[in-house]
């Protein structure tokens, strides 16, 4: 039988222009001892390595180039994190200033103070001179020395108005698919106006949602701190009376974090995630076979990511400044619903609800997202100096490598529950495939 080929996918890499200047960075071999050499711009990867969709597509390896297209003496760079705060931004912003600074020379960097809102007309918040010294040791602490903030990208003409007037050759934006579409729309803006800027985006999202992207920093930590709330929540239960620990984290739209927390904690027993929708009361509900579980065991962890059972909510009607519809809080649902089910049956029960997302969010990157950082940074700005324009420097099969925005952004990244990751979650909880009557 012959294979079905998967649609060629336009992964074509913009730029600004022709590199003809040389890479300040040494890349040479030196006598008879070997270095690592120059990334070739024939250099790729293939985007697919699943034989059912192999399309023999390659997407541009990331990586410094032998030729660069700015002068480093010439660059004024800036950078943005935008939208919630998540672990490793201020690894980025470190990463990319000393690669800036001890590889290219560049010496002019600007940190815009609160996302796309510092680059507005009206902004109250300076730029903030960024340097190997102010920078230094920022990776120990979470959050952004920045700031973060949601909105401001839709005003396209406001924020290229303030790069041409400060002139910036370079925007590196740090953010999930909302900051991500604006910076595709700041670069279309800047291409109309003819102007020699480029914008590098940086994905983060810590829901791991974002299209062809192997992994986004700051999931490594979210998963690691929630398997310590999964933890205690699994300690309280054991300890209590049929004892119920409820435990919420992010996962808006995919649930990546609450499977992947499933797995390196297996005291789960039942994880609900958006891709796989349940129903709370009737036989197959949620509530009847956590009744079985407490009934034959004494005690049961329910892990929740925040974007599940928002079809059996109420619809909060609210969008926040980022566009996304604000969801209704299933965690505190489910806490009261479990209460309330379980008074009606006169069994007597222990729920405990713990909601570490601000924890998480707000946590310095664990080793593997420091490494992680680094090289995301790194990699960002050599496709800078190099002239990339509207892309994004992602992981994919264990490379660096350059994708349009426009691909990544074409659509979500969602847990697949007919593969092998939610297979392996449902052996480990030994939950229901369905919870729906």
């Given at each position: 039988m012959s294979e079905t080929k998967?649609?060629?996918?336009?992964?074509?890499?913009?730029?600004?222009?022709?590199?003809?200047?040389p890479s300040?960075?040494?890349?040479?071999?030196?006598?008879?001892?070997?270095?690592?050499?120059?990334?070739?711009?024939d250099d790729s990867v293939y985007l697919f390595v699943e034989k059912k969709l192999a399309n023999d597509q390659t997407v541009e390896s990331a990586g410094p180039r032998e030729y660069i297209y700015f002068n480093p003496k010439q660059v004024h760079a800036a950078i943005a994190t935008c939208g919630g705060i998540c672990p490793g931004l201020n690894n980025i912003i470190r990463a990319v200033v000393r690669c800036l600074w001890f590889g290219y020379g560049v010496t002019r960097i600007s940190g815009i103070q609160y996302g796309y809102r510092g680059l507005l007309q009206d902004s109250p918040y300076p730029f903030m001179e960024l340097t190997p010294d102010n920078v230094d040791e920022i990776q120990e602490k979470g959050g952004t020395i920045l700031g973060s903030a949601r909105g401001g990208g839709n005003r396209v003409e406001e924020i290229v108005d303030t790069l041409e007037r400060q002139n910036i050759n370079m925007l590196f934006s740090v953010g999930g698919d909302g900051t991500l579409r604006g910076a595709a729309d700041i670069q279309a803006e800047i291409d109309r106006r003819g102007l020699k800027i480029c914008v590098v985006g940086i994905p983060k999202t810590i829901d791991n949602d974002l299209l062809y992207i192997q992994s986004s920093f700051g999931v490594d930590t979210a998963v690691q701190i929630a398997t310590s709330a999964v933890r205690s929540a699994h300690t309280e239960a054991k300890n209590a009376i049929n004892g119920i620990g409820l435990v919420k984290v992010m996962g808006r739209d995919a649930g990546f974090i609450a499977a992947q927390t499933s797995l390196a904690q297996n005291d789960v027993n039942f994880c609900l995630i958006p891709e796989n929708?349940?129903?709370?009361?009737?036989?197959?509900?949620?509530?009847?076979?956590?009744?079985?579980?407490i009934l034959s065991r004494g005690h049961a962890v329910v892990l929740v990511a925040e974007g599940a059972g928002q079809d059996i909510l109420p619809s909060t009607g609210r969008k926040d400044l980022s566009g996304n519809t604000v969801f209704a809080d299933i965690g505190l649902f489910l806490k009261e619903k479990i209460k309330e089910y379980f008074k009606e049956k006169n069994i007597e029960t222990n729920v405990k609800y713990i909601d570490p997302s601000y924890i998480i969010r707000s946590a310095p990157a664990d080793s593997y997202d420091a490494i992680f950082c680094?090289?995301?940074?790194?990699?960002?700005?050599?496709?800078?100096?190099?002239?990339?324009?509207?892309?994004?420097?992602?992981?994919?099969?264990?490379?660096?490598?350059?994708?349009?925005?426009?691909?990544v952004t074409s659509g979500k990244n969602k847990v697949d529950i007919t593969g092998n990751l939610w297979r392996d979650v449902l052996e480990n909880t030994r939950q229901p495939y369905s919870m729906k009557n």
């Open positions: 998967k649609p060629k996918i336009d992964v074509s890499i913009q730029t600004l222009g022709e590199c003809k200047i300040p960075i040494s890349m040479a071999k030196i006598s008879n001892k070997k270095r690592a050499d120059y990334t070739d711009n929708p349940f129903d709370i009361t009737g036989k197959n509900g949620l509530l009847s076979h956590l009744e079985k579980r680094a090289r995301l940074g790194a990699h960002a700005v050599h496709a800078a100096m190099a002239g990339r324009k509207s892309v994004c420097v992602c992981l994919m099969h264990n490379n660096y490598v350059h994708l349009p925005i426009s691909l």
